[in-house]
Structure formats: C-alpha cells, structure tokens
C-alpha cells in the first residue's frame, strides 16, 4: 500500500489550519496540544475513500464496527491531561485503534504505550505510524482492561473507548499524582478526569461523549 502524507490539496495547511481555528472555536485553548494535532496528518490514518473528510472535526469509521476519534474529543482529553501545565510524562492509550491519537500523543511525549485489542487494526496502526515516521510508540495486541502491567507506572492514561466503571487494573497503573482520562457510561456517557493523589482519586466530570465500548478479550 502506498500511503501519501503530503501533496494533497486536502492535506494543505489552509485546511489544517481550519481544524485548527474551530478546535479554539470549541474552547481548546492549550497551545501545545493545538500545535501537536495540527503536526499529525490526520487523512493517513483514514480509510483513502473518506480522506477527503479527515480534517472535519467528525468520528469516522475505521473498519471493524470502530471509529477514529473526533478531533475535538482527542483535543479536549488531551487537553485535559495536560491541565495546569503538567507534562503527559509516560502514557498509556487503550484502544489504539488506527493510531491517531497515539500519533498526537507521541507529539507531547517520549513515552506512549499503545495498546488495542483487534489485530488487524494494531497492524493498520503500526503501518500508519510508521508512514509517518513516529516510531517511538509502543504498540501491544492485549485487552486493555488490564492496563500494561509490564510498563506501569504510568503518568498519564487515556482510554478511547467507554467502560461502566473505572477498571481497577488502570487504576493501580496510575504513578502516584498521576491523572486518567475515560468515558464512562453506556447509553449515555460523559468524560471523567480521575487523579490519584496519595491513597485518594478526584474524579471530576467533563463533556458528554459517544465512544464505542470498552469490550473483553482479544480478536
Ligand atoms: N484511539 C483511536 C480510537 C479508536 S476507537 C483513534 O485515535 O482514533 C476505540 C478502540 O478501542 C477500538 O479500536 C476498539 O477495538 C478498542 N478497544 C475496545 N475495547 C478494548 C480493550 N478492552 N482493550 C484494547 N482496546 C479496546
């Protein structure tokens, strides 16, 4: 497959620049995380038919019942990670999907793990990260319901598909002041920023979201 990351007239800047001023439009106002979603050309990780629609601020589908994120909702739970200017440190994605937000991720910190649990989609993520030279995400075919215990502790964690409850495994990966991002819920669900300070965690409510679910077990 030969994937094109620069050229198209839908790839020019203008037309980042577009995602970029509705992102501010919609409240994001962390300048580093504006700067690293800009930076990842979001039409490579699309299917080529919908290419033409990568820098709409929409979810698209993936293949495999998934969708890659919105950009404003990618945005917003980086964003929030990020609140008070602490850095992403070292960071673990649940539901890599086709990449993308690893590829944002990747722009803000040394250490992004990665991980999925559809195979055939880990695989479209490798390729699509390595068209674009991003090459320090770590990428693992496994239910992240358990976290990556190999890896732990971990600064930051950001879960891109909805779960009922927090689950524990992520829970006890989190560093000491470390901060989780996850939508909760099922029918509706809403984004929740938890912190772990000492034995306590602050949870605190954001938006309201629509993610695919957290489900068990690998395919
Ligand atoms: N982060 C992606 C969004 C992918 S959609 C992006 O940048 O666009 C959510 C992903 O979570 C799907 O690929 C789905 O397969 C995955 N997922 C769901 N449950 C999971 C689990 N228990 N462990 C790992 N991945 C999971």
Known sequence: MNRVVSGFGMTS?????????RLREQGI?????????AAVPRH????????????EDTALPLGFSQT???????AKMIEALCAGGRPLGK????????GYQAAVLAQLTEQVYAVERIAPLLAKAKLNLRA???LKVRLKHADGRLGLPEAAPFDTIIVAAAALRVPPALLQQLAA???MILPLGAATQQLALIEK??????ETRLDAVRFVPLLTGVE
């Open 197 to 202: 300070r000492g034995e306590d965690c602050v």
């Open 91 to 98: 960071t673990l994605e649940i539901g890599a999907g086709c």
């Open 44 to 55: 490579v990780f699309v299917e080529e038919a919908l290419a033409s629609r990568a820098y």
């Open 132 to 134: 674009i030279k991003q």
């Open 29 to 37: 106002v962390d300048e580093d995380v504006l700067a690293a979603i």
């Open 177 to 179: 002041g470390g901060r």
């Open 68 to 74: 890659i994120s919105q950009p404003y909702v990618v």
């Open 13 to 21: 800047q203008r037309t980042r620049a577009r995602m970029i001023e």
